[in-house]
């Protein structure tokens, strides 16, 4: 499996585009990426929880696009680290429930390694929540399976602003419920965050491996 981290922001669309293709040849990889202000809408949106026209989004510098991975409106802004895997599930015969308890089981050991924070899963609201105040969201997710191959991924907000998490109800909540490792005083330069997406890395491909065996 190949794995990518790229530091430069990439366009949304490039992203895509890269997907589809992933998809149609069913070439594995993770992708470790950080995107320009973009507003994503999933399958399930609700046109009501996006709180600016077009026209503001564009003056605003904010790319929108509608795409086919679950759950509703999010956002991506430099700052975060957005993490795309794609995976064969059929080849590797995993049970979504338990691909999505990879993502989420590396991230939760990953944060608690580099940062000794503790994150917390919501049955009823997909993403990671603060231990300390389980109303408080840093990690969102949405994953697209098709033809058992998955695309798009999680989003971990370290030192993003939340410029274009205002122009939404994120996930139909209060964009102030979201919060990133930079506003609870925590380091997030290059170094701290290359250390993350190794740890991240590392942890998620150990639990492949677990199965595998």
Known sequence: MKVFSLQ????????VLFQEGARAARKESILFLEHPLTITGGINYNIGNLLRNQDFLSESGISLHYIKRGGDYTAHEPGQIVT????????????????????????????????????????????????????????????????????????????????AFQCIHPCGQDWRSMISISQLGLPSDPGTKKKWIQNFQAKFLKNLQAISV
């Not at 503790?118 to 990690?139: E, F, M, S, T, W």
């Not at 695309?151 to 410029?163: K, W």
């Open 8 to 15: 430069s922001p990439v366009p949304y669309d490039r992203y």
């Open 84 to 163: 795309y895997i794609h995976l064969d599930l059929k080849k590797r015969e995993l049970a979504i429930s338990d691909f999505l308890n990879f993502i989420l089981d590396a991230v939760i050991d990953s944060v608690k390694e580099v940062w000794d924070l503790d994150l917390v899963k919501n049955p009823d609201a997909p993403g990671l929540y603060l231990a300390q105040d389980p109303k408080r969201k840093i990690l969102s997710m949405g994953v697209l399976f098709k033809s058992w191959f998955t695309s798009y991924g999680i989003a971990l907000n370290v030192s993003n602003d939340f410029s």
